[in-house]
Nanobody
Framework: QVQLVESGGGLVQAGDSLRLSCTFSGRTFSVYSMGWFRQAPGKEHELVAAITRNGGRSYYADSVKGRFTISRNNPENTLYLQMNSLKPEDTAVYYC?????????????????WGQGTQVTVSS
């Protein structure tokens, strides 16, 4: 049984930085492509960033490109999202998700396992 646990969210001011972490357990982390989704109140889940199994390729939504960086440490079974220059519109619950596939996919239904989410709130 795969378990994903996010941490690192919080309340920050615009322009600040946060680093989210997601610990993976239950299966072999390195066979999963990973993604960070977010859901703001009243909105659909949005894929913010994703990374392939070995970290060789990544994807970023246009809204976060140049500000967020996704990375992974396979020996430590951990996924990260470094978020810089945060904006109020980044406020959302952030979820990590695992996809047992070799390339990055973009739809919520492509991801097999999800964490419980961590709240990020950015004040102006």
């Amino acid at each position: 049984q795969v378990q994903l646990v996010e941490s690192g969210g919080g309340l920050v001011q615009a322009g600040d930085s946060l680093r989210l972490s997601c610990t993976f357990s239950g299966r072999t982390f390195s066979v999963y492509s990973m993604g960070w989704f977010r859901q703001a109140p009243g909105k659909e889940h949005e894929l913010v960033a994703a990374i392939t199994r070995n970290g060789g390729r990544s994807y970023y939504a246009d809204s976060v490109k140049g500000r967020f960086t996704i990375s992974r440490n396979n020996p430590e079974n951990t996924l990260y999202l470094q978020m810089n220059s945060l904006k109020p519109e980044d406020t959302a619950v952030y979820y990590c998700a695992a996809d047992n596939y070799f390339i990055i996919r973009y739809r919520r239904q492509d991801y097999d396992y999800w964490g419980q989410g961590t709240q990020v709130t950015v004040s102006s």
